[in-house]
């Protein structure tokens, strides 16, 4: 496995290992970034996926336009 190096604030590394130290759920400074970096990328991924949804949905022949205020609601 490859690994690369990252530097966060001192004052952040600081609030983890305090949040480790007190909670004890974590074994290391790197395996709580690690579970909050795949946290964020999945928040984030399924932010992109809803946004492409939207992007296509605007797209495509037939959209829903009537929810963006595009169609004519006398129609």
Same mark, same amino acid.
């Given at each position: 496995m490859k690994y690369v190096t990252v530097s966060i604030?001192? =004052?952040v =590394? !600081?609030?983890i290992d305090l949040l480790? %130290? *007190?909670l004890g759920y974590w074994p290391s400074r790197s395996s709580f970034?690690? *579970?909050a970096c795949l946290e964020k990328i999945r928040v984030e991924m399924l932010r992109l996926g809803e946004?492409?949804?939207a992007m296509a949905s605007l797209e495509?022949? /037939?959209g829903d *336009? /009537? %929810?963006l205020g /595009? =169609? !004519?609601p006398r129609r």
């Amino acid at each position: 496995m490859k690994y690369v190096t990252v530097s966060i604030p001192k =004052a952040v =590394a !600081d609030k983890i290992d305090l949040l480790i %130290e *007190e909670l004890g759920y974590w074994p290391s400074r790197s395996s709580f970034v690690r *579970e909050a970096c795949l946290e964020k990328i999945r928040v984030e991924m399924l932010r992109l996926g809803e946004l492409r949804e939207a992007m296509a949905s605007l797209e495509s022949p /037939g959209g829903d *336009e /009537g %929810e963006l205020g /595009g =169609a !004519d609601p006398r129609r």
